[in-house]
């Protein structure tokens, strides 16, 4: 795995260079939204939940995207399988999505800095002004406007949250 500043500081340098409006907070290490967010003190609808998965084409073409879903959402699963019109869904393996995303499971911002790894947007998450996440570390979130999230993340914007 590598070393989880490398993101942190990757998505910093994107989120100067795109001039977003955010700040960063440190914290105890806390991957699991619903405790992060007692400790962040944000609405956990605020959080946004990254989740990588695998969506199976066919026998031979697989997917990766990120997944990104308010807090208080669940990913629907069938929505993102109805939308890619794949044979099949699921979570990707662990040593997958961090190969992929450079982050361990729970720190994993809602951006990707890997050409092979898109990224989905559920469209709640532009309920908030202001949302936040864990940022490439389990010690650091990240708190910007949901306007800056969508321009410079540019996700597809589909319907995959279940409440």
Do not use: W
């Not at 939204?33 to 939940?49: L, S, V």
């Not at 890619?84 to 979570?91: D, S």
């Not at 990240?142 to 597809?156: C, G, H, K, L, S």
């Amino acid at each position: 795995m590598s070393d989880p500043n490398i993101v942190h500081s990757q998505l910093r340098a994107l989120l100067d260079k795109e001039g977003a409006v955010y700040r960063v907070l440190e914290h105890d290490a806390e991957g699991r939204t619903e405790f992060i967010t007692r400790i962040r003190g944000n609405r956990i609808e605020q959080a946004i939940k990254s989740m990588v998965v695998q969506v199976r084409m066919n026998k031979k073409e697989n997917l990766y995207y990120l997944a990104n879903v308010p807090g208080d959402c669940r990913v629907d699963f069938d929505a993102i399988k109805a939308h890619f019109n794949a044979l099949g869904i699921g979570m990707a393996q662990r040593e997958k999505a961090e190969a992929l995303t450079g982050c361990v499971i729970g720190s994993i911002p809602p951006f990707s800095f890997n050409d092979r790894l898109g990224v989905l947007a559920d469209p709640l998450i532009r309920v908030n002004e202001e949302v936040v996440f864990n940022a490439g570390s389990l010690k650091k979130s990240i708190f910007m406007t949901v306007e800056d999230y969508f321009r410079i993340a540019d996700p597809q914007v589909v319907k995959i949250a279940l409440r």
